[in-house]
């Protein structure tokens, strides 16, 4: 007599039933890496972000306030910074402060009252903006004030990523008269 169970070939339905728990679980697990690397990207995206967007603001400030004309700068309030500037022989007079976008509520950094716009300008907030004078004489300083050194201290968070990142630049800048 022949032996039929030799002939079939497939699996058992105990075999199936124990494979099928064992593909799960692995799936799971595969599903739990790729999920802690996604979130993990969103996150060093958004503090790169933050991080290009409080540098470039403070760069841009930084880089006129090297052409300034006659080495004053008025600090109009701790968040409001004013001077005149002479680029490609073109005196203006700049003003740099924060304020409000009312599309979103999110706070931008302005330059004679327009946003400056960056890569990821959008994405960022302005949380912290202060320029200070620097050796005042007086610790609670009264505005407007004029000054040849000024520190700058930026705050920059992120709106739309996980934890929400803050990254902060501190600057100090001496004009000459």
Sequence with gaps: MKCLLSDNKGFTLVEVLVAIPLVVLLLSGIFNVLSVAVTSYQMSNGRMAVQQTARFAVDNIVRELQFVQGGAITLNSANEIEF??????????VIYSDAINNSDGTVQL????????????????????VFAPVNASNPTPTYPLTTNIVSITLTAEATNVIN?????V???VATVR
């Design 110 to 129: 302005m330059r004679n009252n327009v946003p400056i716009t960056g890569d990821n300008i959008t994405s960022v907030s302005i949380s912290n903006l």
């Design 164 to 168: 929400n990142p803050h990254y902060t």
């Design 84 to 93: 005149v500037t002479n680029r490609n022989g073109v005196n203006e007079t």
């Design 170 to 172: 501190e600057t100090t």
